[in-house]
């Protein structure tokens, strides 16, 4: 059974930055596509960034140039850096692997979930 523990979570003020963590259980998770989503009250979960294992990445319009994602591969996980956060960054932040070889950006292509972790931005 793979297993994805999230971290990093928190509460920020606007403005802010936080990191979040990704660890995966088994080591060849690494080598496939990663992606970052987020899930806010009564919303449907939604895409926020996704890495390759060759180091592509991709965003979402409403993050880019504020969020990067990347991956330590020695340590099997990856991280969402999130700068100049907005109150409408509040959400839970799931981390998904994907067992196919290409980034996607919609949930029901993951496989596998970490149980999230909640980003609260206060303004």
């Known amino acids: 059974q793979v297993q994805l523990v999230e971290s990093g979570g928190g509460l920020v003020q606007a403005g802010g930055s936080l990191r979040l963590s990704c660890a995966a259980s088994r080591r060849t998770f690494i080598n496939y596509p990663m992606g970052w989503f987020r899930q806010a009250p009564g919303k449907e979960r939604e895409f926020v960034a996704a890495i390759h294992w060759s180091g592509g990445t991709r965003y979402a319009d409403s993050v880019k140039g504020r969020f990067s994602i990347s991956r330590d591969n020695a340590k099997n996980t990856v991280y969402l850096q999130m700068n100049s956060l907005k109150s409408e960054d509040t959400a839970v932040y799931y981390c998904?692997?994907?067992?196919?070889?290409?980034?996607?950006?919609?949930?029901?292509?993951?496989?596998?979930w970490g149980q999230g972790t909640q980003v609260t931005v206060s303004s």
């Open positions: 998904g692997a994907r067992t196919a070889p290409t980034m996607a950006v919609t949930p029901s292509m993951y496989d596998y």
